[in-house]
């Protein structure tokens, strides 16, 4: 079989990231135009349906792939319309406020003060100094989007079993609920059976408020075992995987799965799946220091042939 040339394989590669960020356009056009109107911003599964994104999985590949969330991106874009309407002369400060989406004109100051220093009536008509605001707004964007080189393998992951507790809070209280596993694993003489540490995020704690955060702790054992409620049994894998390691702080373990999505995804001739992302914990941070712990990072994909065609 004669191997790609690299010609062939860089108009690939140029063609897959053209295509994803069409799709990433194609929300922003959609976003713009909403703003524009002032009508109310389209739901998830609309601006899931423009991307041609999952559902499951679009808040995750949005932020991975633009470097902000899908609410920044909209704080973005109304500021960027609000900082184009006050090159017009004629226009009041509380009718671009409006016209740009803010409740009222003292969050539009807010917000405005945040990215210039200045007030909006000490910017209007000097098009320099909004023509900097631009730019800081575009700045914003791309220092987020910075990425890391990246080693991922694509892994087949057969379905295993581990028992599962699910925890509601702040990421660096994790480590109650596992030692409640743990303590359970120890009264039941189940401690020698534990093979491995996994955690199913049940979104981006980032993103969330601690009362919103929701994990799946969970311990794997060599043998069966039916813990008491509310720990359950939970069934992950099955499939194929990006895994990719991470090394450092546990709580850092999404900026691996941003690079994941979005800087490896877009090249890979994989898409998401619609399954969870799953980490494996190699190291314990009791014993092990936080610059050295280790995890794996699992992101369920599957080969494509190529692009569909609304790509």
């Known amino acids: 079989m004669l191997a790609a040339s690299p010609d062939r394989s860089l108009a690939v590669k140029n063609t897959t990231l053209n295509a994803y960020a069409r799709r990433v356009d194609a929300v922003i056009s959609l976003l713009q135009a909403t703003i524009a109107r002032g009508d109310d911003l389209p ?7 423009t991307a041609h994104f999952s559902r499951f999985h679009f808040h995750r590949i949005w932020r991975a792939l633009t470097g902000e969330t899908v609410g920044a991106t909209v704080a973005r874009l109304r500021m960027a319309r609000a900082l184009h309407l006050l090159a017009e002369p004629e226009a009041t400060i509380t009718a671009i406020a409006l016209a740009a989406g803010y409740e009222t004109p003292e969050a539009f100051a807010r917000a405005f003060r945040e990215i210039t220093d200045a007030s909006p009536s000490e910017l209007r008509g000097d098009a320099g100094r909004l023509a900097q605001a631009r730019d800081r707004l575009d700045g914003r964007r791309a220092a987020a989007k910075a990425l890391a080189a990246l080693r991922v393998d694509v892994v087949s992951v057969e379905p295993f079993e581990v028992v599962a507790l699910r925890n509601r809070g702040a990421f660096d209280d994790l480590d109650q609920a596992y030692a409640r596993l743990f303590a359970w694993a120890g009264e039941a003489g189940l401690v020698e059976s534990i093979v491995g540490l996994h ?3 049940l979104g981006d704690h980032r993103d969330l408020p601690p009362e919103q955060y929701e994990f799946d702790c969970a311990i794997r054992l060599a043998v069966p075992a039916e813990p008491p409620s509310p720990a359950r049994i939970l069934r992950i894998g099955g499939g194929d995987y990006a895994r990719a390691r991470h090394v450092g702080a546990y709580r850092d373990l ?6 994941v999505l979005g800087e490896w995804l877009p090249e890979s001739g994989h898409a998401l799946r619609d399954a969870p992302i799953h980490y494996d914990f190699l190291d314990d941070p009791e014993v092990v220091p936080e610059a050295l712990l280790r995890a794996d990072v699992f992101v369920p994909v599957v080969a494509v042939a190529e692009l569909p065609a609304h790509a």
């Open 43 to 49: 739901g998830l599964a609309e601006l899931a349906a």
């Open 199 to 201: 955690g199913v995020p």
């Open 254 to 259: 999404e900026a691996l799965v941003d690079a």
